[in-house]
């Protein structure tokens, strides 16, 4: 397989063709960015950390019958994807109160929820990535009820595999972001990345936060977390 020509570059990764039609390969950068791209850091290693467990969670969701967009592992910060159009909706599944939820109605954070609760937001950095009902979804063509409804569920599938998985290595997943698209048979697939940037993990018993939020919050110890997350999921850096 050859990298072909830039085809994209995100906040966090660059994407180039290769010489198959639908398989993408992505780099993934060391930027660190955090509210709407206002804040930036470059944090050596965090690329790499980031590739590493979001191939390894993505084999694991396989494992369990859930189908992501990854492909193969190709470097410490290079993976080749299944060329998928991203479906412009974040979906956030929440285990207990953190971030945003926390401020918008007032839950003290880590106050744990009866079941979990899925939310969508515009991928959309102009507008600031706003929360959605499923009517503004239908307004702005942005899914189907159908598909809607479809990722809902595999939301909460990730969440039943992911749960347990963390809970294994002592860590609690508060919540996650995922984002899916639509393969050249239009089959929805989870793409994008699982990592500590897009999930809220905090250790066991501690509530040490092995997340982005200690760059959000300024915590400081970002790559040794990052490091511990892929350490405990049988990485060995
Ligand atoms: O900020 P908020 O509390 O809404 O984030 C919920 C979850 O979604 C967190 O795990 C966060 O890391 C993730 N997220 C993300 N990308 C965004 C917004 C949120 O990965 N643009």
């Not at 990592?195 to 939020?213: A, I």
Request: aromatic share 8%; glycine share 8%; hydrophobic share 40%.
């Amino acid at each position: 397989m050859n990298k072909g020509k830039q085809l994209y570059e995100g906040k966090a990764k660059r994407i180039y063709a290769t010489d198959q039609e639908d398989i993408v390969w992505i780099e993934y950068k060391n930027s660190a960015t955090a509210f709407n791209g206002e804040k930036k850091a470059e944090i050596d290693g965090k690329g790499r950390l980031n590739n590493l467990i979001t191939g390894l969670l993505f084999k694991k969701l396989a494992e369990h019958g859930i189908e992501s967009h990854f492909v193969e592992q190709l470097s410490e910060n290079e993976q080749l994807v299944k060329h998928v159009n991203i479906i412009p909706l974040e979906v956030v599944v929440r285990n207990a109160a953190a971030g945003s939820i926390a401020k918008r109605l007032g839950f003290e954070e880590g106050t744990p929820f009866k079941e979990p609760i899925v939310e969508f937001y515009y991928k959309d950095d102009a507008l600031g990535d706003p929360l959605l009902t499923e009517d503004h979804i239908k307004i702005l063509e942005a899914a189907t009820p159908e598909e809607v409804q479809f990722l809902k569920k595999e939301a909460l599938r990730v969440n039943e595999v992911l749960v347990p998985l963390f809970s294994d290595m002592d860590i609690e997943l508060i919540d996650f972001k995922i984002e899916l698209g639509k393969d050249k048979n239009g089959s929805i697939l989870l793409a994008d990345e699982i990592s500590p940037d897009t999930c809220r993990l905090w250790e066991k018993g501690t509530k040490r936060k092995l997340d982005k939020d200690l760059f959000r919050r300024d915590l400081g110890g970002l790559t040794e977390a990052y490091t511990e997350i892929y350490n405990r999921l049988g990485g060995t850096l």
